[in-house]
Nanobody, 125 residues
Framework: EVHLEESGGGLVQPGGSLRLACEAS????????MYWVRQAPGKGLEWVSS????????RYTDSVKGRFTISRDNVKKALYLQMNNLKPEDTAVYYC??????????????????RGQGTQVIVSS
């Protein structure tokens, strides 16, 4: 059974940093593209970032480029999101998401499979 567990969220002031982590189990982690997505209060899911299978390529939504960095450790079966210079508009529940298929093409629009329960990020002074 696929299990994804996020951690690292919290309350941070604007300009601050957080590092989110996601522990994966129940599937062969290193053959799947992985994503971070978020859901702000009252809004739908928003794709934030993607990382390819071996971790040497990544993509970001425009609003986080230059501030967020996605990474993965295939030995530890973990996904990370380093978030710097946080803004109030980054406030959301952040989810770790697995691609639905090992054949998912990293270079095409994100396609989402299983996700975790999420971790809350609040950016406020």
């Amino acid at each position: 059974e696929v299990h994804l567990e996020e951690s690292g969220g919290g309350l941070v002031q604007p300009g601050g940093s957080l590092r989110l982590a996601c522990e994966a189990s129940g599937f062969t982690f290193d053959i799947f593209v992985m994503y971070w997505v978020r859901q702000a209060p009252g809004k739908g899911l928003e794709w934030v970032s993607s990382i390819n299978r071996n971790g040497d390529d990544s993509r970001y939504t425009d609003s986080v480029k230059g501030r967020f960095t996605i990474s993965r450790d295939n030995v530890k079966k973990a996904l990370y999101l380093q978030m710097n210079n946080l803004k109030p508009e980054d406030t959301a529940v952040y989810y770790c998401v697995k691609a639905p298929s090992q054949a998912t093409n990293f270079y095409l629009d994100p396609v989402f499979g299983s996700r975790g329960q999420g971790t809350q990020v609040i950016v406020s002074s």
